[in-house]
């Protein structure tokens, strides 16, 4: 993206760090180096539209390609324009409700229009797209122009329409009942008043269990109102004007919806204004006026407050790029955003419970955004984390259950174990507390015990299943015998080494808050990952041995070993999914899974016979095809190098991933982007940091710029990372010396202070390995050195 802030980073080359680093000027904006597009083709998913920081509108034009997020830059048609997206999530679409759809119909007349999407859905032109912070735009083929931007709970739209058009001059826009996912249950749409829309639906998630009522209330400005009514399957008429429609009989699905034609406006633009809700129709209405208010709705105003709110959040970090191209400036920054499109805020809007505490929700899902957008989110927004945190725990105390997957209201499926309990342990072992609020810590507890004690009936959606087990055999059987509860009875090897994990959690805060028992119990218990490691398994691919020896593995409730291929579910051998073919791993192979125990990697390579075992490993799995760096389980696994006094290799690996996998190209993401779990895997990789989430960790690998500051925004102090030989052709990626606060720094990881007291780390890099960082003292702390 071309802007002047280019020119002036430029004036910033500096080969070396100076002692008077000077970074970007009041001149520099941060969304300039926002990219949107960035992963909105090749199965990114990410969510390329107007939206405000964590807002709830989320305006976009939708396709008919891939379309999880609504648009996509893979030259598809556009089916319509609506208001509310997740981004970066798998499977099926989520929200694209009430879609807004602008035609010109030949000869004016209603019954020439093109009602029902099949029909309507038109290209767009490609050059036309444009998408900034708070901001989307294009052009469809038929010369009608569509440009958006939002506040928190409304859109407003901006259509174009072309001066002459041989068709006609009376432009007419539908709203469709149908959702992207076609998941519409019944709804109702009624034309009141001055041609004001308002209604509601009943849908179904995207992922999750039950169904959620959505509400909107749409107006315009620009054109008068010539005629209006509802349409159903291909035909439209003036009378009556309101339909309620049902699934249909027989799985016909009908399409039906509104619409309203217009004279012709007298400067070519119609706006739509439409509020959204999920409490009534009638509040997306008063959303809608409280926000976008006048006799004349003020587009760019309303831009601006958007990019100032991203402004605002972005910053927070700033940097001395060094050098860097701005490619990777781009990706940085974009990176930054998106990890701050969800959890979306749904404060005011929940229907399900009464509460002073405020509602996150599009949790899509915390298996991936534990283990590292949550975490980033500590250090650039921890204010809203902690509303993130709090709406966990009020979501736990209203539903009994801590979240692990969320979206549209709706419990969304569990893929591991019990995810919340390590969002809620990184939060307290990083002190993590705002001006919104205390957390109640003692309720955390509960929550997380809660977890570890009690199965739910339903635990595809909460908590953990096999409990009984857990407790009795100290791992989770292979076919399990549980009565208690039920859910997708596989995965056993996965669970197994993620509630251990989760255990470890639940220990943190038991230790923290003085709870001694339980602090031993669940410490004990986040052992248990060992029972399933059988020592003489071995692993072929195509029949060639890997050449190494032990792996965990299933094992039945009667201790007798099941086997599953340490290659199966690798990018190698299939993928695994909860629902269509379930193994004992989810969604990865027990290749990468063997590292996934983060509070022992000590052990670990212990286990694996040392550290030369262990590295040869980890090496294998990053270079022989088995990992899959787009997939969550193995981010953790670039950093594991650190515990074995080897922190070049991380460093290796990260300059591997970025940007060869993770660049500022639509195409350029390796997989879903998972609500910016992807992206908080790039924001951090390139400020030489990254979390082992849940524990007060930082590795340090060498950054891709010459220097980073970030301002906590609850502390006010900045934190600076700074690369003395910074070298912007990435030859010296090797830390030789470090320097904290002007002493000598020779750990190869940091702790949370760093940011909340606003430290200076100084790396001097060098072209080879060192010997900074490789002694056993070096390492990060594991349960036997803790
Ligand atoms: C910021 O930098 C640009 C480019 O070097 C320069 O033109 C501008 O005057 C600077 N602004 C301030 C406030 O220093
Ligand atoms: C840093 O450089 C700026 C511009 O040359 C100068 O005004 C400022 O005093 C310097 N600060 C320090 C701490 O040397
Ligand atoms: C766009 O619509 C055309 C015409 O219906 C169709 O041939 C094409 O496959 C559509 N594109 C996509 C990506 O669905
Ligand atoms: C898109 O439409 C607008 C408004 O009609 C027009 O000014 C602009 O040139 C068009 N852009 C492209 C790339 O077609
Ligand atoms: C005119 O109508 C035809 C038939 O519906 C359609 O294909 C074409 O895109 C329309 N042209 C414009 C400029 O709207
Ligand atoms: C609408 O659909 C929901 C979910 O299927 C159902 O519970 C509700 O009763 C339906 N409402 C009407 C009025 O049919
Ligand atoms: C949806 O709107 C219709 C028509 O106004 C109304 O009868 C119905 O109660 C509404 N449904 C919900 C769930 O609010
Ligand atoms: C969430 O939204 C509410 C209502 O708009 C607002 O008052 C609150 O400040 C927001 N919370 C955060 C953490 O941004
Ligand atoms: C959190 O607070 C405790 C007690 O004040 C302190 O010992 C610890 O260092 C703090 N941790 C961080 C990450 O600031
Ligand atoms: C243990 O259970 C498994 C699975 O049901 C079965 O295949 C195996 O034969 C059993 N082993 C013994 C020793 O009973
Ligand atoms: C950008 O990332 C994509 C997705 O991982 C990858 O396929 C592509 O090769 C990368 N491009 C470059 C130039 O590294």
Request: overall charge negative; aromatic content about 14%.
């Amino acid at each position: 993206m071309a802007s002047p802030a280019f020119v002036l980073i430029a004036c910033f080359l500096h080969l070396a760090v100076s002692q008077n680093t000077t970074y970007q000027n009041s001149t520099f904006d941060p969304i300039s180096y926002v990219n949107q597009l960035i992963g909105t083709d090749n199965g990114g998913n990410v969510f390329a539209g107007a939206t405000q920081p964590y807002g709830m509108a989320k305006a976009v034009a939708d396709v008919d390609g891939q379309n999880t997020a609504g648009f996509s830059t893979d030259s598809s048609n556009v089916t319509g324009f609506s208001h509310m997206h997740d981004s970066g999530t798998g499977g099926n679409p989520s929200l694209g409700n009430f879609p807004l759809f602008p035609q010109i119909c030949p000869g004016d007349d209603v019954d020439n229009c093109n009602f029902q999407i099949a029909a309507r859905k038109v290209p767009y032109v490609a050059s036309s797209v444009r998408a900034t912070p708070g901001y989307f735009a294009l052009n469809l083929s038929t010369g009608i122009a569509a440009e958006m931007t939002v506040t928190e709970h409304a859109a407003l739209y901006h259509f174009t329409f072309p001066t002459s058009n041989s068709n006609g001059t009376s432009p007419l826009i539908l709203l469709d009942l149908t959702d992207l996912y076609a998941s519409r249950q019944n709804a109702s749409i009624s034309i009141v008043g001055d041609g004001r829309m308002k209604g509601n639906g009943t849908f179904i998630p995207s992922f999750g269990s039950g169904s959620f009522v959505s509400y909107f209330c749409a107006d315009f400005q620009g054109a008068t109102i010539k005629d209006s009514g509802i349409w159903v399957n291909s035909r439209a008429g003036s009378e009556p004007k309101e339909i309620f429609v049902t699934r249909g009989i027989n799985l016909f699905y009908i399409e039906a919806g509104g619409w309203l034609q217009f004279e012709r406006p007298a400067n070519r633009v119609v706006s739509a204004r439409v509020g959204v809700s999920f409490i009534s129709s009638d509040q997306a209405c008063s959303n809608a006026e409280n926000e976008i208010s006048g006799d004349e709705w003020d587009f760019a105003g309303i831009k601006k407050s958007a990019e100032d709110a991203w402004r605002q959040k972005l910053n927070v970090v700033s940097i001395d790029a060094g050098g860097a191209s701005q490619d990777l400036q781009t990706n940085f920054y974009s990176a930054i955003y998106r990890t701050m499109m969800s959890p979306q805020n749904y404060t005011g809007e929940n229907p399900l419970w009464q509460s002073s505490e405020p509602y996150f929700d599009s949790f899509y899902c915390i298996w991936d955004a534990f283990r590292s957008q949550l975490p980033f989110l500590t250090i650039v927004d921890p204010i809203t984390l902690t509303g993130m945190v709090r709406s966990l725990l009020d979501t736990y105390k209203h539903l009994g259950w801590l979240p692990d997957c969320r979206m549209s209201l709706c419990k969304g499926f569990t893929q591991g174990g019990s995810n919340a309990d390590v969002v809620l342990a990184d939060a307290y072992v990083k002190n993590l507390t705002s001006p919104y609020g205390a957390i109640d810590w003692e309720l955390a507890y509960e929550a997380v015990l809660n977890d570890a004690e009690n199965e739910p009936l339903d635990w595809s959606v909460e908590g953990r299943g096999g409990l009984q087990s857990w407790k009795r055999l100290n791992y989770i059987p292979a076919l399990d015998y549980d009565y208690l509860g039920f859910g997708t009875n596989s995965r056993s090897i996965s669970r197994t080494l993620e509630y251990s994990y989760d255990d470890f959690c639940l220990a943190t805060i038991a230790k923290g808050l003085g709870k001694d028992d339980a602090y031993t119990k669940y410490l004990s218990r986040s052992t248990n990952w060992n029972n399933l490691w059988k020592s003489d398994t071995t692993s072929s691919i195509n029949g060639v041995d890997t050449g190494f020896t032990g792996f965990f593995q299933p094992k039945y409730l009667n201790g007798t070993w099941g086997y599953q291929d340490p290659i199966l579910c690798s990018p190698l051998d299939g993928f695994c999914s909860l629902t269509s073919n379930p193994q004992e791993t989810f969604e990865d192979s027990i290749w990468e899974y063997q590292f996934y125990v983060p509070h022992a990697i000590p052990q670990l390579v212990e286990l694996f016979g040392g550290a030369d075992s262990f590295l040869s490993r980890l090496d294998f799995l990053h270079t022989s095809g088995l990992t899959d760096i787009g997939n969550e389980p193995s981010f953790l696994t670039a950093f594991l190098p650190h515990y074995a006094g080897r922190p070049a290799l991380s460093s290796e690996l990260v300059h591997k991933y970025i940007p060869g996998y993770f660049n500022d190209t639509t195409t350029g993401l390796p997989g879903n982007d998972d609500t910016g779990a992807m992206a908080s895997f790039t924001a951090f990789c390139m400020m030489g940091l990254f979390p082992n989430p849940g524990q007060n960790i930082y590795f340090i690998t060498a950054p891709f710029f010459a220097s980073i500051a970030i301002t906590s925004p609850i502390t006010g102090k900045t934190a600076t990372i700074k690369t003395s030989n910074f070298d912007n052709t990435y030859t010296n990626i090797y830390v030789q010396d470090a320097t904290l606060d002007g002493e000598s720094y020779t750990k190869n990881w940091l702790d949370h202070s760093f940011f909340t007291e606003g430290k200076t780390l100084v790396l001097t890099v060098g072209g080879q390995e060192g010997s900074w960082g490789t002694k056993a003292e070096d390492a990060p702390p594991g349960m036997t050195g803790s």
